[in-house]
């Protein structure tokens, strides 16, 4: 019988980045991947400003970054 579905959270912070807390396995561009463990949340960038990329470094404060805070309907 398979494993049950991690439980992943994924919460946008206002006008800054997708928190997520796994455990998910991030991978890259190149395929080189990142174990994120459960309970560790991980901040991805969603403003593009981000220097370390795929991870928010906090460039989304000083460069202004408004977004929707509300998810569309679905
Ligand atoms: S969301 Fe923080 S640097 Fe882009």
Known sequence: MADP???VTVTVKPNGPL?????ITLVDPTGQTVALPAGRPAALCR???S???????????PKGFHAAEAAPKR
Do not use: E, I, Q
Not at 19 to 23: D, N
Not at 51 to 61: E, I, L, N, V, Y
């Open 5 to 7: 579905a991690p439980n």
């Open 51 to 61: 220097t370390m990329k795929p991870f928010c470094d906090g460039s989304h404060g």
């Open 19 to 23: 928190l997520v807390v796994g455990p």
């Open 47 to 49: 403003c593009g400003h």
